[in-house]
């Protein structure tokens, strides 16, 4: 790997020439800061150079997640994103609009933005009609910098969609309570958990069906590998999946707390 840095014009010239990015279209990203390398200005150059990309006209949009805290207060304005350097930098960056989810927040910027973003309050994690929903109902592209579908948040949007037996019946421990989000203006609102993401290391059987299909494009940004494809061809072939088999996006790990139940539950739809 090469200790050259990267600047903000260079990351700008390979994500439209390499990465294939159209000014004025919807982009939704996940990212490994690490994967690209040293870049000028760390994870703020990195966003200011997808900005610049998109153009005023294009919309981004990046998964600002967090975990349930201790007190259960999530604080939208403060609660840094657990999904990485490039997803906090984003949420703190001039122009940012972060929907209203404790567990599963996305930050958006751009011409977009708000349209997005409004209402996360009123749906479920990452269901039907969460940010990335809309967004790829609106058409978005997805780009993966330096990570695979594991990372791949719009396979939980087709798990929303489909509802295999274990939706909204299995979480992660802590996910499975009430929780209480304050918003940018200080108004409280609980939260009851409802279709919250479950396991996704199961989702490589997307991927690899996906590539089967010349579905995604790999590229390359600064020294990061990276997958581009359409999110509606991500939502296709997760929900043709799931109607085939229910339980074909689970692991298969006996200990998995989310996985080993859902198999289960799945089974027991079939007997």
Known sequence: MSDVSI???SLVRELIDICGIRPGSILIVHASFKALGPIDGGAATVVAALQEALGPRGTLLMPTFSHPTVDGIWHMADTPSRTGAITEAMRVCAGAVRSFHPTHSVTAWGARAVEFTTG??????????????LAAKA???ILMIGCN???????????SIVR????????YPGYDRDLLGIDTAGRKQPFTWIDTATDSVGFMLVQQTMEKQGDIAQVRLAQANCLRFTSQACLDTSIALLRADPGSLLCRKANCPVCAPGLVLVAAGKA
């Open 7 to 9: 600047n903000r014009e």
């Open 139 to 141: 058409g978005a592209d």
């Open 164 to 171: 295999p037996p274990y939706v909204g019946k299995v979480c």
């Open 120 to 133: 996360h309050e009123r749906t479920s994690s990452v269901g039907v009609d969460s940010p990335l929903h």
């Open 149 to 159: 579908f594991k990372a791949c948040t719009m396979v939980h949007i087709a798990e």
